[in-house]
């Protein structure tokens, strides 16, 4: 009897098979190399391979059932191989050939001609071209004064509305009540209709909701959103800022700091400067949130991020109306978005002195929804059909009108 018969270890039966359909038995002591199991199973299956000795670096041995790649200098005991598994015998995939110069050349002279083009290229290549639809342009011309106008209008009442709330003597409370209307809004105004669209399609309430205030309210951009993030790990997480609780904590701090103004210890102007305070902590909670899909559409035509945020600034998130003032003089200016209109004006005269504007300028409530309109006029809609609010903003858009055509 051989000596290595004598201390030779257990021996396994595998099962090996290649994906080509080839199946053999393959008997083999447990102290074997991977390697050496591999070059018999490669006589066995590929005669004569073995004379290029590459054939052994590019064939390897998978477990089948823990689909391991098995190590070459390690045993079959070491790889915990037991009697009867099932070996699979593959060559391994070549490597892509390295392309050569000229179909790199080809490739980036491919990619500059999909390039966007830049400022220069769209003026250079748009210049001789006759202007047309000059109705279009005119109606949407007037469309834009109107639009510019309307937030001049808008930063000039909101001094209005904070002067007059300030001077009431309520007027802790009704900010008290501003704060609480402010949270609430921010929480609850959501498109009901638009919510059950995404609800009856399958998505959960609560990323549906999410979904709508990051898309404006429109479900089509909402529903893009939520298949494109479905396996997002972080699609149910909180949209950035205060959650609810902080802000109730911060309006209730705002208010007991309010509250704490108009004592005895503090003077009246002193308290009013506590309550401008208050305005602005409001006006922080508006940010102006661009069209993403906008801002990618205008910086895809060689723009620079802020100015497209810009554009869309002042032209209310429409894309194609900031495009044309990226491409035009730039008037107005995002820094004329702050000024007002000219408080001696025939038309800013005759929006002060109709009934329902000056009513509703002692409401908390159309402060809240001109500061809103200011830096979001997305939801101009909403605040339009508004009971509270509605019918001054459709009081101020008759005058305008009406003093427009004279």
Known sequence: ?????????????????????AEWLEEVAEDTTVEKLKERCLKHCVPG???????????????????????????VLEENIQDRDVLLLIKKRAPPPIPKMADVSTEEKRKQEQKAPDKDAILKATANLPSRNVDRTVAHHNMRDFQTELRKILVSLIEVAQKLLALNPDAVELFKKANAMLDEDEEDRVDE????????????????????RLNHMSVTQAMEWLIEHADDPAVDAPLPGQ???????????????????????????????ELTEIFKKIRRKREFRPDPRAVIALMEMGFDEKEVV?????????????????????????????????????????????????????????????????ENPLNSTQWMNDPETGPVMLQISRIFQTLNRT
Request: glycine share 6%; hydrophobic share 40%; net charge negative.
């Open 1 to 21: 009897v051989q000596e290595e018969k004598i201390f030779a270890g257990k021996v396994l039966r595998l099962h090996v098979c290649t994906v080509e359909g």
């Open 49 to 75: 391979s073995l004379e290029d000795p590459k054939t052994m670096t590019h064939h390897k041995l998978i477990h089948a059932t823990s689909e391991k790649v098995l190590t070459d200098t390690k045993t």
């Open 193 to 212: 209709i638009a919510l059950r669209q995404l609800t009856e399609m399958g998505f959960p309430e609560s990323r549906a909701v999410k979904a709508l």
């Open 243 to 273: 959650t609810p609780s902080e802000a109730a904590a911060e309006a209730g701090a705002s208010s007991a700091e309010a509250i704490a103004g108009p004592s005895s210890e503090v003077g009246g102007e002193e308290a009013k400067d």
């Open 310 to 374: 810009d554009a869309l600034r002042v032209n209310n998130n429409q894309q194609n109306a900031a495009c044309e003032w990226l491409l035009g003089d730039r008037k107005p200016s995002p820094e004329d978005l702050d000024k007002g209109i000219d408080t001696n004006s025939p038309l800013f005269q005759a929006i002060l002195e109709n009934p329902v504007v000056q009513l509703g300028l002692t409401n908390p409530k159309t402060l809240l929804a001109f500061e809103d309109m200011l």
